[in-house]
């Protein structure tokens, strides 16, 4: 009776285990369906990329009306070597990630900061961009440092991500003689050019652009006051797109194209390799 228990028993594990197998087959495959990302892209022939069209120069409209900028010639290059196109989505900045999550758009392609929070709701690509808050002084100016600031005036856009860097720098913000805010960061580099204020701190995208349509005029110090990763965001189910997306930046960053393109729109390769 025992033995023959004993063999009841083992044929039921027996069966258990290739139900449980196949279970574990058809989740496999199930799990494999699902992420079906990059194939629909190649099929449909594009990525549509989410994008604030008023922010250069990483995405803006130029004099014709045209989308241009340092992120839409790398999302261009990217879906050419991909074999597909990319098409520019202007959306609310504010609502960006749930037209991501909602499919209204592929991407996000728009000097995307990297977050612990934002990493709660979709994907990033590797790091292809590192932004700082940087210094900006006249070339001919004595400042070499942070240290050298102490008493001078120093240029902000009210509301950024400099303001809130110097703020939180309360060594150096305690030691200025005054700080001037601006409405935009074109108006705190004229200012500084017309001695109005000692320094400027920006982004570095946003500085280096602008510093790029004055050569000779400024120079960015060595110290900076903190940095922020840039990453393309990406639905957290669109593993196969992200893998090929990541291939052909690494590949672009390889051969120098990468470093081409920053170089157009910054005078400078700043990408992050």
Known sequence: MKKKLSILTIAVLSI??????????????????QDNSLKEIKEKGEFVVGLDDSFPPMGFKDDKGEIVGFDIDL??????????????KPVQWDG??????????????????????????IAFS????????????????????KKDLSGKIVGIQ?????????????????????????????????????????????DEVVGRYYISKKPGLYKVLDEDFGKEDYGVGIRKSDNSFKEELDKTLDAMKADGTADKISQKWFGKDIITK
């Open 126 to 145: 590797n790091v292809y961009l590192q932004n700082k808050q940087i210094i900006v002084v006249k070339s001919d100016s004595t400042i070499k440092g």
């Open 75 to 88: 999302a261009k290059e990217v879906a050419k070597r991909m074999g597909v196109k990319a098409v520019f």
């Open 16 to 33: 258990g285990l290739i139900l449980s197998g196949c279970g574990n087959s058809k989740q496999a495959n199930g799990s494999q369906a």
């Open 158 to 202: 009210l509301g950024s991500s400099s303001e809130t860097a110097l703020t939180a720098d309360k060594e150096t913000s305690s030691a200025l003689k005054d700080t001037r805010k601006y409405s935009n960061n074109t108006e705190a580099l004229m200012d500084l050019n017309q001695g109005r204020v000692d320094a400027v701190i920006v």
């Open 96 to 121: 960006v990630l749930l037209s991501l999550n909602n499919k209204d758009i592929d991407v996000i392609w728009n000097g995307l900061t990297i977050t612990d929070k934002r990493k709660e709701q």
